[in-house]
């Protein structure tokens, strides 16, 4: 689902803490349905790192709708020693993006 309009704009006006970020999805690992069994949490950050860095470049769109490019990118973009399966990237993506998207529509809201 694409953002509004408001909470696009604040996209703009804010950085996320990825370190701050980082540790939030740590203290999930590894009960989140992405996580395999047997993978550090480190063997996920550049996944995440792609999820935030595409949302910062995309965030007037839904992952769904730029399903096939970001898989693309994501071969593309991330070194193989740091790629996991797209299958679970796709969910760290789209779990990132909602994070991002939550958060931007709060920070809208309270601009209101």
Known sequence: MPMNNSAAQAAMDWMP???RELLHWQRGYPDRPYFKSGLEFERYIATFKFGYDT?????RKSPAELQSKLCHQYKDGVAACDRIDWAEA???VSAT???LAD???ARAA???
């Open 17 to 19: 803490d990825l370190g």
């Open 55 to 59: 949302f910062l470049l995309n965030h």
């Open 90 to 92: 796709e969910m760290i």
């Open 103 to 105: 958060a931007d529509s």
């Open 110 to 112: 309270a601009r209101l």
């Open 97 to 99: 993006w909602a994070r």
